[in-house]
């Protein structure tokens, strides 16, 4: 057995988190909750940093690795936008706070004059693959799903699909390509996910944060 599987019982509590705008906006959370990193992770290389807190650690994660790290048990807490969470599915994952930041809308977003009533198939470009998937089969529409990883803006400008499906806040960035919003799927807000078994072992540790971060939100 590995010396960090040997030291799974009673291991540092992990709180998985992305750089950038999560952790921006997610710090004073922390912060009012009494936990913060030791170190700064736009300073540093490290993927694992200290709290201030003896029994917590941040994991460093990409934002769309961050329910899979806690539905393995990789981490024991995360945070996560819901787009992400509604593209994961959010097996093994309970989603017990709204944490009210990044918010934005995941939506249908295309030329001015797209007819989305016509009968074409239209190419949809996304990272979001299964809420797209979901979103045109409940309208009993047949749409082909084009996979990307970022920049989907580009993709009606080049010709590579008709439609995107992205997440949106000021508009600026359609507006600034020649594309609007078409449909609305879904608002988004992130949410702090906890992993199942951890919320049974360590209950009455995480049960202390979420109440703190719960008392920062309100
Ligand atoms: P990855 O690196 O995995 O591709 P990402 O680049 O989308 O992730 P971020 O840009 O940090 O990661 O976004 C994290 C979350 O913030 C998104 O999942 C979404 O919920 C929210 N978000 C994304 N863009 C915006 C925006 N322009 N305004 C507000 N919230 C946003
Ligand atoms: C996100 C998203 C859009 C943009 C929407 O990109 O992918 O491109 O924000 O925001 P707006 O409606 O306010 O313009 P982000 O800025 O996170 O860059 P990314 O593509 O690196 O994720």
């Not at 590995?2 to 950038?20: C, D, M, P, T, V």
């Not at 988004?188 to 939100?217: F, G, P, Q, W, Y």
């Amino acid at each position: 057995m590995s010396q960090s599987s040997s030291l799974q019982g009673n291991r540092k509590l992990r709180i998985a988190l992305s750089k950038g705008r999560i952790f921006n906006e997610t710090l004073p959370l922390f912060e009012a909750a009494g936990i913060t990193p030791a170190e700064d992770p736009e300073k540093s290389r490290k993927l694992i940093l200290p709290s201030t807190e003896p029994d917590v650690e941040f994991l460093i994660v990409r934002a769309s690795d961050v329910p899979t790290y806690v539905q393995h048990g990789g981490a024991d807490l995360g945070v996560v936008g819901k787009d992400v969470l509604l593209e994961h599915g959010g097996e093994g994952v309970l989603e017990p706070i709204d944490l009210k930041i990044a918010q934005c809308k995941l939506m249908v977003a295309g030329f001015p004059d797209t007819d989305l009533n016509s009968n074409k198939r239209f190419r949809v470009a996304t990272k979001f693959t299964d809420c797209a998937r979901r979103h045109f089969a409940q309208q009993g529409r047949q749409v082909e799903i084009i996979k990307l990883y970022g920049s989907m803006e580009l993709a009606p400008l080049v010709g590579l699909s008709e439609l995107i499906v992205d997440v949106v806040d000021t508009g600026s960035t359609l507006a600034a390509n020649g594309l609007v919003p078409l449909e609305h799927i879904s608002n988004i807000t992130s949410r702090l996910i906890v992993n199942r078994a951890s919320m049974k072992i360590r209950h009455s540790r995480i049960s202390d944060i979420l109440e703190r971060i719960s008392s920062a939100i309100n």
